[in-house]
C-alpha cells in the first residue's frame, strides 16, 4: 500500500499526530509530493472543488525545489519508518535529467517516480500524453541512476497502454497509474471557472472505474509491475485493482477524508474478500 503522491503531506501528519505517525504509519513505502528543479508558489487560489463523488484540485506543484527539498523535506522524510519515492517533474529532459541524477545520489532515497502526467501546469504540455515524448524522457534519465524509475501515467492520453509500453521499452522498472483527469468546476455566482488555475485534476470515487479499465489495459501490455490507483477507498476496491493486473495500489483522494485510510485498506484487503 502506497500513497499517491500528493495526497499526504508525511511533514505535517508528523506535526500533528508525532511519534504515533511513524509507530502506525499508514503506508508500506511513502511517495513525496511532486518537486521540480526550481521552487514554485503553485496556483493561486481557490485550488479544490468537491464534486458529488471527488475532488477537482488545481495545486499547480508548489515546492521548495531541488536545493529547498533535499536541505529541509528530505531529511524529515528519511525519518519515516519506509521506503521512500521522490516524485520528480521537468519541463524539459534537461531538467528531468538533472532532478533524477542529484535525488538518485542521495541513499535516503528508495525508488524516483517521474511524474509525467501533472494536469495543472500553464502550459498545458503533458509530456506522458505521448509515447514518444515519454521514452524520450526516460532514455534521457535512465543511465543517470541505479535506483528503480517508476513512471507516473497519466488517464488523459488516447493509449495509456501505448505510453507504459513505450516507457517500459525506454528502461522504466514499473508504472504507476491514474493521475487525475482533467476537469473544471464553474462558480455558481459568476459562471467563471472557481479553480484559481481555471482547470483542474479530478479524483477520487468519481474516477475508479476509468482507473480500473486502464490499469487493467496496462497491466495487459507491459511486464513491468504496476501500481494501480484512483479512487480507492476500501478492500474491495483495492481488491478489484489487483485483480485487474496491479502489482500494488495506492490510496489519494481517500487520504484527505482519513489519514489513516491507507492502513485500514491494507487491513481490508489481506482479509478474505466477501464474492
Ligand atoms: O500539483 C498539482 O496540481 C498536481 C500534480 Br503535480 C499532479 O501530478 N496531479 C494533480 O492532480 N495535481
Excluded: Y
Excluded at 148 to 173: E, R, Y
Excluded at 211 to 222: H, K, N, Y
Aim: glycine share 10%; charged share 20%; aromatic share 4%.
Amino acid at each position: 500500500m502506497l500513497n499517491g503522491s500528493g495526497t499526504f503531506d508525511a511533514i505535517a501528519a508528523r506535526r500533528a499526530f508525532g511519534d504515533a505517525l511513524l509507530e502506525r504509519f499508514p503506508f508500506h513505502a511513502f511517495v513525496s509530493k511532486t518537486i521540480t528543479l526550481a521552487p514554485r508558489e503553485g496556483n493561486p487560489p481557490p485550488r479544490l472543488w468537491e464534486t458529488p463523488a471527488g475532488l477537482i484540485n488545481s495545486i499547480g506543484l508548489p515546492n521548495k525545489g531541488l536545493d529547498g527539498f533535499l536541505a529541509l523535506d528530505l531529511p524529515e522524510l528519511a525519518e519515516l519508518p519506509v521506503p521512500l519515492v521522490v516524485s520528480v517533474m521537468g519541463f524539459s529532459r534537461d531538467e528531468l535529467a538533472t532532478l533524477v541524477q542529484r535525488v538518485g545520489e542521495r541513499e535516503e532515497v528508495g525508488l524516483i517516480e517521474m511524474n509525467v502526467s501533472c494536469p495543472n501546469v500553464e502550459t498545458g504540455l503533458v509530456m506522458g500524453a505521448d509515447p514518444v515524448e515519454t521514452a524520450r524522457a526516460v532514455e534521457r534519465v535512465r543511465a543517470l541512476t541505479d535506483r528503480p524509475l517508476i513512471v507516473k501515467l497519466t488517464p488523459n492520453a488516447s493509449d495509456p497502454a501505448a505510453v507504459a509500453l513505450a516507457a517500459a521499452g525506454a528502461g522504466a522498472d514499473a508504472v504507476s497509474l491514474i493521475n487525475t483527469l482533467k476537469g473544471m468546476a464553474l462558480d455558481p455566482r459568476t459562471a467563471q471557472p472557481w479553480l484559481g488555475g481555471r482547470t483542474g485534476g479530478v479524483s477520487g470515487p468519481a474516477v475508479r472505474a476509468i482507473a480500473l479499465e486502464q490499469v487493467g489495459a496496462v497491466a495487459a501490455a507491459v511486464s513491468i509491475p504496476v501500481i494501480g490507483m484512483g479512487g480507492i477507498a476500501s478492500g474491495r476496491h483495492a481488491a478489484d485493482f489487483m485483480a485487474a493486473g496491479a502489482t500494488c495500489v495506492a490510496v489519494g483522494t481517500e487520504s484527505f477524508r482519513d489519514p489513516a485510510a491507507g492502513r485500514r485498506i491494507a487491513g481490508e484487503l489481506a482479509e478474505p474478500q466477501p464474492v
